[in-house]
């Protein structure tokens, strides 16, 4: 299985951007998918999640601004960030949880920057 993250790039506070997590591979059945971040010098952090039936659960400071999404038919999880701030420049990456083994499979990530 592999997780292709893309979406990424520089954009100004109060700006958007919409990442995409798309699957492939030998994909029976995905579980949960997440999107996880990790700043310069800081730990990786979870940022969203949301379950193969579309319940959706996010870090307090992302609330109401980020919103997370997947198309089971295309094997793909978005995740559309809105009014963005300085502190949420990192890079974002995106797992997801397959199969009956709960197998997790990571993507390469994608650089968010958000600067003026």
């Known amino acids: 299985v592999q997780l292709q993250a893309s979406g990424g790039g520089l954009v100004q506070p109060g700006g958007s951007l919409r990442l995409s997590c798309a699957a492939s591979?030998?994909?029976?059945?995905?579980?949960?998918m997440g999107w996880y971040r990790q700043a310069p010098g800081k730990q990786r952090e979870l940022v969203a999640i949301?379950?193969?039936?579309?319940?959706?659960n996010y870090v307090d400071s992302v609330k109401g601004r980020f919103t997370t999404s997947r198309d089971n038919a295309k094997n793909t999880m978005y995740l559309q960030m809105n009014r963005l701030k300085p502190e949420d420049t990192a890079v974002y990456y995106c797992n997801a949880d397959v199969g009956s083994y709960h197998y997790i499979y990571w993507g390469q990530g994608t650089l968010v920057t958000v600067s003026s």
């Open positions: 591979g030998s994909i029976f059945n995905i579980n949960n």
């Open positions: 949301v379950t193969s039936g579309g319940s959706t």
